[in-house]
């Protein structure tokens, strides 16, 4: 199958890339990082030459970032800092403007780049709006957390777990991409569906009792979609007008979804309430442990650690007794900003 996870689905070039696609909303990790890192040396007489590019190092990586905009990044459970060192910084003056255009306060903009670096939280009631209705659409409380902010609807939700009821992160990753087709279908006038190469009749046949109409062709064509907003990274706007968490942490919230539905938020188990109920492991011990998150009270970018340590497992106990991973496969997958 081509949507097994994150790992075969950016294991191969993509084909879609050179496609129209629809205009995204302006990205903030992006524009933070042009403002923060000056593309040439400042001129003598720039007034802002001095707060151009507050951090020589910038590029080196988001989890930069998120040590400033959280208030304890080496949990998964950090909360948010309420205002970053820099908040009152010309450049992100400049900066919050440009992601937030006519928006008197700085809240929003700032909103946005804490969505798009997975520094947010997935709690019903506060992060996300989980109504009786989604409960039992989603089967359970925490599951419909995750996936409304995985912003993956209940139907296709349930045909892809039907589909891969052993490989959550398979499932999860299919879910994913068949969504994104519907979004863009939605989001989309239909005279242009063509020209865009926009095909909304992938998700009837996927949704279809008869799975024989969901062909191989369909199954690449949504593939190619999914493996694009992985690496592109760019964050998107769902038919209600939302902005939406990246792709990569998307799957990674369905994943989590499927696993809180399956009883790894239980008494006694990960979860008091929305709270974690186990002290959370250390930093250096995190990457070699397959432990289950609290995942409503974990960042997308905890949430997104866990999928992929999720997503090694299951490709193991998938595997003949005796063989390995290829390295491709053994490779961390990391594509987001």
Known sequence: MLLQSLFTLLSTSSTLTGQPMVTPPEDAYRAMAEARVPTSPPSPDDEDANDSSPYDDFLAGSKQVLGELLAQPGSPYSPLLASPAWSREAWWQRTAERIAPGESSLAKPLAALQHQVGATKARPGHDVAVTPESQRRYKGRQAAANAIKAGVDADIFERALRRHPRRLTEAAAEAVAIQIVRDRAATTAVAHHAAMNIRADVVDHYL???????????????GELLRHAVLTGRPTFNERGERQI??????????????DRRGYAKPGGYCHGDAPAWKPLSASAR????RPLCFVAA??????????????????????????LPEHRRNEVRRTP
């Open 208 to 222: 279809d009792r008869n799975t024989s109409r969901f062909s191989l062709e369909d199954e690449r064509y949504a």
């Open 246 to 259: 990246p792709a990569a942490f998307r799957v990674a919230r369905v994943a989590a979804a499927y696993a």
């Open 287 to 290: 990457p070699l442990t397959y």
């Open 299 to 324: 960042t997308d970018r905890a949430v997104y650690e866990w999928y992929l340590q999720k997503a090694r497992f299951e490709a193991v106990e998938a595997l003949p007794d005796g063989n390995v």
